[in-house]
């Protein structure tokens, strides 16, 4: 992360850009983790800007990749798995209730970020509740993880504070994780 952040703001405006390019493609790519890249931003950027360059971006990634699943992939999956009910039973829970399922998605890191977008995508859900489940869902996440990343460049002086952070992940995957299993169904 240091180094990264320390090349692209040597180069100025372009290493700004490439930052927050990052956080787009990490949406569609995520081989590097979130925070990482999120990291990178609020060293090049500062807390405040990098924190909302992060939600900026990554929501419009989300978009991206929502729009980029529904009018590329969503007829020849519909296609594909019509023959499994429980593929159809989702795909129509997620047209009545796919906000909560976004935001849920969004609020417990249980599945990765673009998981929820390419699935959402793929699904008859509204845009609409996507959208809404995404800027609701993404606002504490992205500000904990840019806040993770921040106290990590400054671990001496914020210690304590990254601790904490870090509890608090840890205990939202565990709850994710129950939150997983209740609504999996159950196969006998």
Excluded at 89 to 114: A, C, D, N, T, W
Aim: glycine letters at 10%; hydrophobic letters at 50%; charged letters at 15%.
């Amino acid at each position: 992360m240091r180094q990264l952040s320390g090349h692209l703001r040597d180069i100025g405006w372009p290493g700004k850009i490439i930052g927050m390019s990052l956080i787009f493609f990490q949406t569609f790519f995520p081989f590097i983790p979130f925070v990482l890249v999120a990291g990178t931003n609020v060293a090049i950027f500062g807390i405040k800007m990098g924190f909302l360059v992060n939600y900026v971006m990554s929501c419009l990634g989300a978009v991206a990749s929502f729009y980029f699943a529904r009018y590329y992939g969503h007829a020849w999956v519909e296609k594909k798995l019509e023959r499994f009910p429980i593929v159809i039973q989702f795909s129509k829970r997620m047209e009545r209730h796919g906000f909560l399922y976004v935001l849920i998605g969004r609020l417990i890191p249980i599945l990765p970020s673009s998981a929820v977008n390419f699935s959402a995508g793929l699904t008859r859900m509204r845009f609409r509740h996507f959208l809404w489940g995404t800027l609701l869902g993404k606002l504490p996440i992205v500000f904990m993880e840019s806040m993770i990343a921040h106290d990590l460049f400054h671990f001496q002086r914020y210690k304590g504070r990254l601790l904490l952070l870090l509890g608090i992940l840890v205990l939202l995957v565990f709850v994710g994780n129950s939150v997983k299993r209740a609504l999996t169904p159950k196969t006998k």
